[in-house]
């Protein structure tokens, strides 16, 4: 037993992630339960495992933090790997992504989700608890304006989850612990850097927050996520995480710049056997507006409730569209577009680490070849060189 075959089956079992504690046997998600097989992993055994995975110019910034953040492509299959020390020794929690370009088609959304990324300026949330999609709608978002506007795009993520390949627009991603060190110091440098789409994998503090909204009022259309269960939630907890003395300005730049709050939670269908996300729209209408300058948020359920002229969702609608859904999107069973594989993102290979994050190998030999210009802008295409095809591949 290795971590390669743990991974392929749990990759073969449909499961989301994969735990793994010394002295427990190996836990697998399959559609929201938790499942053990085999036998028990021993704790010398994981710390091998840890060692090689996260490297050995990394293994001291690993004992010191007793934690570790990294992305890797193992069996084929895009991982998301938290490394820890617990108190039976080192233990690891493994998210298994999605190897396809997610779009909102192939996400089961709404399409009226597109209307979201036609502004060119402001705040969309996308909320949730841990392990619901957010980060699967983000991408997706990003992915209906790569396929159809001539957009500067930078993407700050820890680590990245989803690879793009830039179509139309022209696309950047950095890792934060490789590429950059910190959220704080990559949205600086992204104000600097002429984008037009910001997307911030998560607002983990009143500082990111506060260049988030920064960011959103300055020209640039910004994408981020929070952990929330309902839009109204999401919104309090934004405001609740400053010091009291300024969350009435917060609120009020909070107002000013939001474009939508997406609110989602995933629920499996027997009859598709897959899971689908159900969701809740928020679009800032001017009562909406006002109650959030007024820190009213309870009162922003009623706006829900009536807001459906203006594009706005409650669960309870939304539940009952899916249901008159019959265009689903069934991995396996549905075609996939040109965009199925991702390509991965690494770092050149000249460049040291900027913290103790693991950094994967690079892939040399890419080409940029650009297209004719088409209406709407350029298109842009990734080449690997013949050389490199098949470790891509891998």
């Known amino acids: 037993m290795n971590l390669e075959s743990l991974i392929a089956t749990a990759k073969q079992q449909g499961a989301s992630d994969l735990h793994l504690e010394a002295g427990l046997p190996p836990a697998l998600r399959v559609r929201g339960s938790l499942r053990t097989m085999s036998e028990p992993v021993a704790a010398r055994t994981l710390a091998d495992w840890a060692r090689e995975v996260i490297g050995e110019a990394q293994w001291p910034g690993f004992q010191e933090r007793r934690s570790a953040d990294l992305s890797r492509t193992i069996q084929g299959v895009r991982c998301r790997i938290n490394i820890l020390q617990t108190a039976r020794g080192v233990g690891f929690a493994i998210r298994l992504l999605s190897t396809f370009q997610a779009t909102l088609e192939r996400l089961n959304l709404h399409p009226d989700l597109k ?140 107002a000013d710049c939001l474009v939508a709050v997406i609110a989602q939670r995933l629920r499996f269908r027997p009859d ?90 690079a892939v040399s030999g890419q080409k940029v070849k650009a297209a004719a210009p088409a209406a709407g802008g350029g298109r842009i295409e990734i080449e690997p060189s013949e050389g490199d095809f098949g470790k891509i591949l891998r």
């Open 115 to 254: 209307r979201l990324v036609a502004q060119h300026n402001g705040l969309i949330l996308v909320s949730g608890p841990t392990g619901s999609g957010k980060s699967s709608t983000l991408a997706a978002l990003i992915q209906e304006i790569n396929l159809s506007e001539a957009r500067h795009i930078v993407t700050i993520e820890s680590p990245i989850e989803y690879s793009f390949r830039p179509r139309r627009a022209y696309l950047r991603q950095r890792e934060v612990g490789r590429d950059t060190p910190s959220f704080e110091q990559a949205l600086l440098d992204a104000l600097r850097e002429d984008p037009d789409v910001l997307m911030v994998g998560e607002m983990r503090d009143p500082q990111t927050m506060r260049l988030t909204l920064n960011a959103s009022e300055t020209g640039h259309l910004v994408m981020t996520t929070v952990h929330s269960s309902t839009c109204a939630e999401a919104l309090q907890r934004v405001v609740a995480a400053f010091p009291s003395e300024i969350q009435n300005s917060v609120a009020a730049q909070l």
């Open 272 to 361: 598709l056997n897959i899971r689908v996300p159900e969701c809740e729209v928020l679009i800032p209408t001017n009562p909406v507006k006002v109650h959030i300058r007024n820190r009213d948020f309870f009162k922003i359920i009623s706006a829900l409730e009536t807001g459906g002229e203006h594009g706005m969702w409650t669960f309870p609608r939304y539940c009952a569209w899916l249901e008159k859904r019959t265009n689903w999107y069934i991995p396996g069973q549905s075609p996939d577009g040109p965009d199925s594989e991702a390509d991965e993102v690494q770092a050149p290979a000249h460049l040291p680490p900027l913290a103790p994050a693991p950094r994967a190998a």
